[in-house]
């Protein structure tokens, strides 16, 4: 194995996070197919797609460097999503969370000279700061146009790329 089992957890451990983060984005975009929002829905069925790429990507590099996976268990999403600023704060905060994780994964690699490894968490550290900062601006977009007004934000994300 060509990284640490410390390492090595950790990434099986993300694989489950972002397997769970793709799995609560089709809860979330299940709600506004549910509301007639489609690009709403569609907005969150992209996302889904993209965390579950992301698990992929770890799945990849573990098998490159002969590392065991270990995918835990992963959570049942959380159904009750109510409004719209629910469900972007929600999103907002998990892709903090996931900001943190990364983190702690690049900062064990710096601290055992994992160089391999950090090359490889380096393209997640860029990924979170467009995540955040997509959720950010949609949750912005949300609170300015109201739960009464969400086609609005329909038509934002028909005209802008989110």
């Known amino acids: 194995m060509q990284i640490s089992k410390s390492m090595s957890d950790l990434m099986s451990a993300q694989v489950g996070n972002e397997l769970g983060a793709s799995n609560q984005y089709v809860q979330i975009a299940t709600y506004f197919d549910g509301q007639a929002l489609s690009k709403l829905a ?8 993209e965390e579950r790429e992301h698990a992929m990507k770890f799945v990849h590099y573990l098998m490159d ?12 999403p959380q159904t009750e999503i109510g409004t719209a600023e629910k469900a ?38 860029t990924e979170q700061v467009e995540e955040v900062s997509t959720m950010e601006n949609m949750l912005e977009v949300v609170r300015k146009a109201g739960e009464k007004n969400l086609l609005m934000v329909e038509a934002y ?3 802008n790329a989110a």
């Open 42 to 49: 569609k907005f969150f069925y992209q996302q889904a797609e």
């Open 65 to 76: 460097v002969g590392a065991p996976l270990r995918i835990p268990a992963i959570p049942a």
């Open 88 to 125: 972007f704060e929600m999103s907002l905060a998990w892709e903090k969370e996931v900001t943190r994780q990364i983190h702690a994964m690049m900062d064990l690699a710096v601290e055992e000279k994992d160089y391999a490894s950090q090359a490889f968490l380096q393209w997640f550290v």
């Open 157 to 159: 994300l028909t005209h």
